[in-house]
């Protein structure tokens, strides 16, 4: 079945940088598009970044971009988010998910908590 698992969050100061992970299974990873969302309390998820099947095509929500790189590694079914200058609006869990604008599945994983704070 689909499974998402996230990892790499943490607690990390006001400027500083983190990097996530997500191992993808389940389905034809070098098929489908992949994009990073987040959930912070009280607030609804958002679409974070996305990247095309070769990694060609990138888009940002316009909070992060000039800050986050969204990268893949079809070889291993992996996708990443290179998060630096975070601020702490960005605290919040994030999760991955299949699909461009909109997630493929309804399936989430755990996801991986980022706090900025000093």
């Known amino acids: 079945q689909v499974q998402f698992v996230e990892s790499g969050g943490g607690l990390v100061q006001p400027g500083g940088s983190l990097r996530l992970s997500c191992a993808a299974s389940g389905f034809t990873f070098s098929s489908n598009a992949m994009s990073w969302y987040r959930k912070a309390p009280g607030k609804e998820r958002e679409l974070v970044a996305g990247?095309?099947?070769?990694?060609?095509?990138?888009n940002y929500a316009d909070s992060v971009k000039g800050r986050f790189t969204i990268s893949r590694d079809n070889a291993k079914n992996m996708v990443y988010l290179q998060m630096n200058g975070l601020e702490p609006e960005d605290t919040a869990v994030y999760f991955c998910?299949?699909?461009?604008?909109?997630?493929?599945?309804?399936?989430w994983g755990q996801g991986t908590q980022v706090t900025v704070s000093s």
């Open positions: 998910n299949a699909g461009w604008r909109s997630p493929n599945y309804d399936y």
């Open positions: 990247i095309s099947t070769a990694a060609i095509s990138r």
